[in-house]
């Protein structure tokens, strides 16, 4: 069983930047894809990022490349989601989830294969 908290959410002006955290407790993080998503109000749910078991691949809403960095630290079972450049429309609660596999690609797992989710860390955008 795997748990998953997120936090470094919160009010940024546009163009300024957030770090997002996604930390695991009881399990290691080395076996698992680690995607995030968000959703904002009245919208439905929305894949951002995922990343590889690994961490030798990773891929993006087109949205968000060359904005959004993932990245991941398997010894502190800690998944990183570095947000530069935000935009009004980034505004959601994000979530991170974990799906046990070492498949090389992790964009074919759409959000219902994922099996533990966290809780979601808010992310307002607005001067």
């Known amino acids: 069983q795997v748990q998953l908290v997120e936090s470094g959410g919160g009010l940024v002006q546009p163009g300024g930047s957030l770090t997002l955290s996604c930390a695991a407790s009881?399990?290691?993080?080395?076996?698992?894809?680690i995607g995030w998503f968000r959703q904002a109000p009245e919208k439905e749910r929305e894949w951002v990022s995922c990343?590889?078991?690994?961490?030798?691949?990773?891929t993006y809403l087109d949205s968000v490349k060359g904005r959004f960095t993932i990245s991941r630290d398997n010894s502190k079972s800690t998944v990183f989601l570095q947000m530069n450049m935000l935009k009004p429309e980034d505004t959601a609660i994000y979530h991170c989830?974990?799906?046990?596999?070492?498949?090389?690609?992790?964009?074919?797992?759409?959000?219902?294969?994922?099996?533990?989710w966290g809780q979601g860390t808010q992310v307002t955008v607005s001067s």
């Open positions: 009881g399990s290691t993080l080395d076996y698992y894809i």
């Open positions: 989830a974990a799906v046990r596999s070492n498949y090389r690609d992790c964009s074919v797992y759409t959000w219902n294969k994922y099996n533990y």
């Open positions: 990343i590889t078991s690994g961490g030798l691949s990773s």
